[in-house]
């Protein structure tokens, strides 16, 4: 058993509130029209959680990717790693270098 050294996530864009959001990142998703706060950090796995040695981490999070009509359907998706324990919650809180791109998850 160990603890997982960083920490790893996605960018997402995610439906705008104002509770949860700055109003920096609002936009209109121009698939969707709805109101969207963009490039939101969810973390899949955090630094410090439990990791058996001998399995596999499994995380899932449901997330929806809307393709244009005509434009392609497949892509990739950055898993960024942080080694802090000060997790952003937005892409531009963490543009100081410390976010990095760990890997890429492709969509096919």
Request: net charge negative; charged share 25%; hydrophobic share 35%.
């Amino acid at each position: 058993m160990t603890a997982c050294p960083q920490s790893y996530g996605i960018s997402v864009n995610e439906p705008f509130s104002d509770a949860l959001h700055d109003d920096k990142d609002r936009i209109v998703d121009p698939v969707t029209k709805m109101l969207m706060a963009k490039d939101q950090l969810r973390w899949l796995i955090k630094k410090g959680d439990v990791i058996l040695s001998d399995q596999p981490k499994v995380t899932r999070k449901w997330f929806t990717i809307s393709f244009q009509e005509g434009g392609p359907r497949n892509g990739t998706i950055p898993i960024y790693s942080y080694d802090y324990d000060d997790l952003p919650e937005r892409c531009c809180d963490s543009l100081n270098g410390k976010l990095i791109v760990f890997g890429h998850c492709f969509i096919l």
